[in-house]
């Protein structure tokens, strides 16, 4: 059973960091798009990056480039998301997603393009 699992939300101050850890298993992820998304409270789900089979490409949404990196580690089958400078409306529940077309982007900022989702973990920043 493919699965994902997100790690490492919490409650942080404007302008400090975390990062995040998404998990596969059920099956190598080497070879798929991989994502992060997010919900805030009373909104709806929002793209904000994704990173291609090989690692090598990144997308961003515009509200996080320059802030968030998203980054793959194949051999642990994990993906990150180091969100630096965070602000108040980064404030969500975060989502790892993968998509399951081999070496495919696909659109990879709708939700629809990605079958397998996490959990989702907290992120809570305060002024």
């Known amino acids: 059973q493919v699965q994902v699992a997100e790690s490492g939300g919490g409650l942080l101050q404007a302008g400090g960091s975390l990062r995040l850890s998404c998990v596969g298993s059920?099956?190598?992820?080497?070879?798929?798009?991989m994502a992060w998304f997010r919900r805030a409270p009373g909104k709806e789900i929002e793209f904000v990056a994704a990173?291609?089979?090989?690692?090598?490409?990144?997308y961003y949404a515009d509200s996080v480039k320059g802030r968030f990196t998203i980054s793959k580690d194949s051999a642990e089958n994990t993906i990150y998301l180091q969100m630096n400078d965070v602000r108040s409306d980064d404030t969500a529940v975060y989502y790892c997603?993968?998509?399951?077309?081999?070496?495919?982007?696909?659109?990879?900022?709708?939700?629809?393009?990605?079958?397998?989702w996490g959990q989702g973990t907290q992120v809570t920043v305060s002024a």
């Open positions: 997603a993968s998509n399951d077309r081999t070496y495919a982007m696909g659109d990879y900022r709708s939700d629809a393009t990605y079958p397998y």
């Open positions: 059920g099956r190598s992820f080497r070879t798929y798009t």
């Open positions: 990173i291609s089979w090989s690692g090598q490409n990144q």
